[in-house]
């Protein structure tokens, strides 16, 4: 089991707990299908096993984890049908939220978007004179995908609407891993076209939201969720 980071502050334990485990599942650290315990992730966390216990409970309701005994649990995996009808629903989160963003966003949200995807550009040029399947390739893809990872947070965050952001919270740590994994495997296959279309797709959406244009912006959005979900999907899967 990889290293999880040290914890602090006694009194919030619980979350903390939960805010490590569920981010060392999305990235990987934890591997799906992977058993843990409590004991070794309290002594991973160096912390008691009460807030791990607490921490669990809640993931098991996030269904990122699944009970295996009294004191241990797998990380979760899904087959291909139910992490498709995952991404459905993300889906029409993603759009509504871009929709929400076209009506609501201020016009400091809408500037860190521009800078988000500008920062990204700026990047895409560097991507252009490496080594194909070099660490710096790698770094840069990855670089790229975290921004655009924002780009989409600061979406969602312009929205508003809290219950929404609580949903795209929890369809989030489904696919995290997938997505990186997908995107990587493409830039270095003959799909470099592929990825460049749907890179330029968030600029298109920044248009639209920018407009005001709710509609335009919720068409786009979820074509955009549909095609890259699909690839990270077969991309899992494929063989």
């Not at 899904?78 to 076209?102: C, N, P």
């Not at 298109?204 to 068409?219: L, Q, T």
Request: proline fraction near 2%; charged fraction near 30%.
């Amino acid at each position: 089991m990889g290293q999880l980071p040290q914890l602090s502050s006694p009194a919030t334990l619980g979350d903390q707990a939960y805010a490590a485990i569920r981010e060392a599942i999305v990235t990987g650290v934890l591997r799906r299908g992977e058993k843990v315990t409590e004991r070794g992730l309290a002594e991973s966390l160096s912390i008691s096993a009460t807030p791990v216990r607490e921490a669990l409970r809640r993931l098991e309701q996030d269904r990122l984890v699944e009970r295996t005994g009294p004191r241990s649990v797998r990380v979760a995996q899904f087959g291909k049908e139910e992490l498709r009808e995952f991404t459905m629903i993300e889906d029409v989160l993603r759009a509504l939220s871009a929709r929400l963003a076209a009506e609501k966003s201020t016009a400091a949200q809408r500037r860190q978007m521009s800078a988000c995807l500008d920062e990204a550009d700026d990047l895409r040029n560097e991507l252009r004179g490496v080594a194909p399947g070099s660490d710096e390739e790698r770094d840069l893809v990855l670089a790229i995908q975290e921004l655009m990872g924002r780009f989409h947070t600061l979406v969602d965050e312009a929205g508003g609407n809290a219950i929404l952001l609580q949903m795209l919270h929890t369809v989030d740590a489904f696919g995290s891993e997938g997505r990186r994994n997908s995107a990587l495997s493409q830039v270095r296959s003959e799909q470099g076209n592929v990825v460049d279309e749907r890179y330029r797709q968030h600029r298109a959406i920044y248009d639209a939201i920018a407009a005001g244009n709710g509609d335009k912006a919720e068409e786009l959005m979820r074509a955009h969720s549909h095609t890259s979900n699909t690839s990270r999907i077969e991309t899992r899967f494929a063989g």
